[in-house]
């Protein structure tokens, strides 16, 4: 009569076919670990923050400086339009200049040291309004402004005239 035991030579055979089955496999899988590459050594990452804080700031230095300029450019062009004002007002209140159409048109540059520059423009019926003009042109900028320039371009001559009606 037959048993279901199993051979006990039979079932000792296979756990050894596994085994050499591995150990044969062995050779390879150490050739193939010996030409991986190593694991890669931990960088430092510091470097990398600096830089990008540095960038940062210089960025933002940039920006300053753009907002800088461009508030200056503001204050520049609103004092030049404020000295402009002034000027035309003067010459529309001064009885004798009230009827000649002179046009003052103020510059005053972004750098400092530039003096404003006050270009005149009309024409003028004699050289005696035209002096007149510009006495009262250089009396209302000196109160205002000690560096300034005047570029008279005021037409002298008689058909040049308009009287107000």
């Given at each position: 009569?037959?048993?279901?035991?199993?051979?006990?030579?039979?079932?000792?055979?296979?756990?050894?076919?596994?085994?050499?089955?591995?150990?044969?496999?062995?050779?390879?899988?150490?050739?193939?670990?010996?030409?991986?590459?190593?694991?890669?050594?931990?960088?430092?990452?510091?470097?990398?923050?600096?830089?990008?804080?540095?960038?940062?700031?210089?960025?933002?230095?940039?920006?300053?400086?753009?907002?800088?300029?461009?508030?200056?450019?503001?204050?520049?062009?609103?004092?030049?339009?404020?000295?402009?004002?002034?000027?035309?007002?003067?010459?529309?209140?001064?009885?004798?200049?009230?009827?000649?159409?002179?046009?003052?048109?103020?510059?005053?540059?972004?750098?400092?040291?530039?003096?404003?520059?006050?270009?005149?423009?009309?024409?003028?019926?004699?050289?005696?309004?035209?002096?007149?003009?510009?006495?009262?042109?250089?009396?209302?900028?000196?109160?205002?402004?000690?560096?300034f320039r005047i570029e008279d371009r005021m037409?002298?001559?008689?058909?040049?005239?308009?009287?107000?009606?």
């Amino acid at each position: 009569m037959k048993t279901n035991k199993t051979n006990p030579i039979r079932a000792s055979r296979l756990p050894r076919r596994v085994l050499a089955g591995a150990l044969g496999l062995l050779p390879t899988a150490t050739a193939a670990w010996a030409q991986s590459s190593p694991a890669p050594a931990p960088v430092e990452s510091s470097g990398g923050g600096l830089t990008v804080v540095l960038l940062l700031a210089a960025l933002l230095a940039i920006l300053v400086a753009a907002v800088r300029i461009v508030d200056t450019r503001r204050d520049r062009a609103a004092q030049a339009a404020r000295l402009q004002a002034r000027i035309a007002d003067a010459l529309l209140l001064d009885p004798m200049l009230a009827h000649v159409p002179i046009t003052p048109t103020a510059r005053l540059p972004l750098w400092r040291a530039s003096p404003l520059t006050l270009e005149v423009a009309g024409p003028v019926p004699n050289p005696d309004l035209r002096a007149a003009a510009l006495r009262l042109i250089v009396h209302e900028a000196a109160s205002v402004r000690r560096d300034f320039r005047i570029e008279d371009r005021m037409a002298v001559g008689p058909a040049t005239s308009r009287r107000a009606a």
